[in-house]
């Protein structure tokens, strides 16, 4: 169904971050400690939501650790 896919999105949102002593494994530059929430739209009203908390990097962007909350 190809227009149902045009009525759903997604938004990540990073609520809050700190720094944590922790590195990238990739580049090396210091990683942060995000809490991150993913809500879910269909015709952009939301309908799911899910947060959870992540190590990141600042630097390139990747997670390097996830926790579920
Ligand atoms: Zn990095």
Redesign the pocket.
Same mark, same amino acid.
């Given at each position: 169904m190809v227009c149902f896919c045009f009525l759903v999105d997604q938004r990540r949102m990073t609520l809050k971050i700190r720094p944590v002593a922790a590195m #990238?494994s990739? /580049?090396g530059?210091a990683a942060s400690v995000a809490d991150i929430k993913t809500e879910t739209r269909f015709c952009y009203v939301p309908f799911c939501w899910r947060s959870w908390r992540v190590v990141i #990097?600042t630097? /390139?962007g990747?997670i390097l650790r996830s926790y579920a909350r």
């Open positions: #990238c990739r /580049c530059c #990097c630097f /390139c990747s």
